[in-house]
């Protein structure tokens, strides 16, 4: 494919980063927005942090997925096509990850949305919407340190993409 189909891709495609709470550890924010600033060279990029419950260890875990499904549902649109960051999902390398986002861009997708859930996962409500489910690791990772490596691993995608020298193999 040549140079010039890849930037219409770029132009026409957006990724949105939906996430639960807000991003509070100073050096977090940083190095998100050091990333965002970066990909605004591929794509337009736009990370959304939710509200979140107001104090959710007074309720039952149930119900703040519930909750907190009910209110990430509220950002996706019809035509979006929905991935959620889950450690139950499919793991990918890099490069298989980039690969992935490239055939949406061939495809014609005009929005990528991932999602970050809270501290409990997501809703079955969330979970059928959602037409794929990622896996960054088996490990589990605080909620807000998920923020930066999916924006990280999203520039590092599209380095790969575009043959940079950012990744190395």
């Not at 930037?7 to 977090?28: D, E, R």
Request: overall charge positive.
């Amino acid at each position: 494919m040549g140079k010039l189909h890849i930037i219409s891709y770029f132009c026409s495609m957006n990724i949105v980063l939906l996430c639960i709470g807000k991003t509070q550890a100073p050096w977090l924010l940083e190095g998100i927005l050091e990333y965002e600033k970066r990909l605004k060279h591929y794509i337009r990029f736009k990370r959304i942090e939710l509200s979140g419950i107001k104090n959710p260890a007074s309720l039952p875990g149930p119900l703040v997925i519930e909750k907190e499904g009910k209110e990430l549902l509220k950002h996706i649109k019809t035509g979006d096509h929905l991935i959620l960051f889950d450690e139950r999902g499919s793991t990918y390398t890099s490069k298989q990850m980039s690969f992935q986002i490239e055939q949406h861009m061939q495809k014609g997708t005009r929005s990528l949305v991932f999602a970050i859930g809270g501290a409990y996962g997501f809703s079955e409500e969330v979970r059928n919407r959602a037409q794929e489910t990622w896996s960054l690791s088996h490990l589990t990772f605080p909620h807000q340190l998920v923020r930066l490596l999916c924006v990280e691993q999203i520039y590092r995608c599209f380095t790969i993409i575009k043959k940079e020298g950012y990744h190395h193999e």
